[in-house]
């Protein structure tokens, strides 16, 4: 459908990524958690809200093997996961 | 600019004696307007001197309101000619306006990740889809059909690519939302496209991307009826030299 060139149709135009591409992980060193996180994506019927701890996880583990640029979690969007104190959790939608 | 004023010279006796002949008939008789008629011969060839001055004055107004009425047009015709040279930007302004031919409306904010709260209520499947361009010879494929999402949430995806030949081939992807009015909401935090990812022989890789759906896509009213969005991704062989093909071109 972006092939249509027609004037005024709507097409789709790519941006690219905010924190730009991911490298590669040839040698698999996040594998496990990767695993982790489709299993429990199978388990819960492919919803995303209950498995953000795993993502979560993914992606520390991506951040230690120099695998993604390391950034505070909150950064990305995990900030209601981060809360250590169990007092506030009440409080948190 | 010519033009007109010869014609206006050899129209203006005419002009002139038409409009004498109006006024006669709306001031005298019949009898009187056919000798005013038969009479105005003579007055072009001999004018008499109460006639010749009446008739340049008359010749003055019509020429000075013809002057007049020539530069308005004049002034029409420039003005045309920079209105359409106007219209481009003025176009450009009223397409992020409205949104037409597909413009990004606004960019978004990338501290938003870290303030946006998720909608909970408006629940998006996301489904995925990967295709390969014929000449590249890599295996590539989601690794989940769809994922359930909400606007203001970040979420993870895989796919997996595999390079199952005997050398090493470099792969440049690029991507594509359906539908296209909800990819404007559709912001990647990052992902694996545009960029030439090389996959050494028989190796095999997981691909993640890792997306928000904009929480303001719950506000839009052209979204209210879409569920569902479609995550495609195209992967192209990276030549030395050549460039990415856009979806759609063909560059040979």
């Known amino acids: 459908m972006s092939t249509a060139m027609n004037f005024g149709t709507k097409s789709f135009k790519p941006r690219a990524p905010d924190k730009g591409s991911f490298p590669l992980d040839h040698f698999g060193e996040c594998k496990a958690f990767k695993e982790k996180f489709m299993q429990c994506l199978r388990e819960n019927t492919f919803d995303n809200s209950k498995c953000r701890l795993q993502s979560k996880e993914y992606l520390e583990c991506r951040m230690d093997h120099q695998l993604m640029a390391r950034e505070p979690l909150q950064k990305l969007g995990f900030k209601d996961l981060m809360d250590p104190p169990p007092s506030q959790e009440g409080s948190k939608p | ?21 109006l ?26 001197r109460n006639h010749s001055r009446k008739s340049r004055d008359q010749e003055e107004e019509w020429r000075t309101r013809n002057k007049t009425v020539l530069t308005y047009i004049a002034a029409a015709g420039v003005g045309m000619i920079g209105l359409s040279y106007a219209s481009v930007p003025l176009y450009r302004l009223y397409c992020q306006a409205t949104g037409l031919g597909g413009t990004a409306v606004a960019g978004h904010d990338t501290d938003q990740v870290e303030t946006m709260k998720p909608v909970k209520e408006r629940i998006i499947k996301v489904t995925f889809n990967a295709d390969t361009h014929a000449s590249i010879q890599w295996n590539f494929r989601p690794q989940q ?48 496209c545009f960029e030439e990812q090389r996959l050494n022989p028989h190796e095999e890789v997981d691909m993640p991307v890792f997306f928000y759906i904009d929480p303001e896509f719950d506000d839009d009213p052209r979204m209210a009826r879409v569920d569902t969005i479609t995550l495609s991704y195209t992967f192209f062989e990276a030549k030395e030299g050549q460039q990415l093909p856009l979806p759609g071109y063909s560059y040979n």
């Open chain 2, 23 to 48: 006024h006669g008939s709306s001031q005298r008789t019949l009898l009187s307007q056919g000798e005013h008629l038969l009479r105005r011969r003579p007055a072009s060839r001999l004018p008499t």
């Open chain 2, 145 to 192: 059909t769809e994922i359930y999402v909400v606007p203001g949430e970040t979420a993870l995806a895989f796919y997996r690519a595999k390079n199952p030949t005997d050398k090493p081939i470099i792969g440049i992807s690029t991507y594509n939302v359906v539908p296209f009015d909800a990819g404007q909401y559709f912001n990647k935090i990052q992902c694996f």
């Open chain 2, 1 to 21: 600019m010519l033009l007109p004023l010869l014609l206006r010279q050899s129209f203006s006796p005419l002009l002139t004696g038409c409009v004498r002949a």
